[in-house]
């Protein structure tokens, strides 16, 4: 005598395949999710490291021009305040530059020390980045 199988009816199967399939898609819907929000934020620390290169660039003029006028036989015609029109890559980028000087007494020396500071930013859209430079001085 043969043994009892079991036999499954093809009715107490429906629906499995529904619920498989509903759980990949849910699946692969928060993959295609966590990859787009990864390449937003990887867009976005691009565009903060570039302008954050060219604020940089920016301030670094600022600071030349300050020394340039401080140190140098020919002054620097920019103001202590300018903005970038047609310089090709500091588009929409300024400068802000200014010198601080105080004098210091050494035994019988009284020299001048100078500060000088200057803030590059820049901007594209809603994002602004700056970056300061600094550069002590004695006169």
């Known amino acids: 005598m043969r043994p009892k199988q079991n036999i499954i009816i093809p009715l ?7 619920v498989m399939a509903l759980f990949v898609i849910v699946v692969l819907a928060y993959l295609g999710l966590t990859i787009s929000r990864l390449l937003a934020s990887g867009t976005d620390a691009v565009v903060h490291e570039v302008l954050g290169q060219r604020a940089l ?11 340039a006028t401080t140190f140098a036989s020919s002054p620097c015609t920019n103001l202590p305040q300018f903005t970038f029109t047609n310089v ?23 020299r001048t020390y100078a500060q000088f ?7 594209v859209g809603n994002i602004v980045v700056s970056r300061t430079v600094y550069i002590d001085a004695m006169l």
Do not use: P
């Open 12 to 18: 107490q199967q429906q629906g499995s395949m529904l």
């Open 57 to 67: 660039n920016a301030a670094r003029a600022g600071i030349e021009c300050q020394l």
């Open 88 to 110: 090709r890559g500091l588009e929409n980028c300024t400068y802000q530059a200014n010198v601080a000087q105080k004098s210091v007494i050494d035994g019988s020396l009284t």
């Open 117 to 123: 500071t200057s803030m590059g930013q820049c901007s």
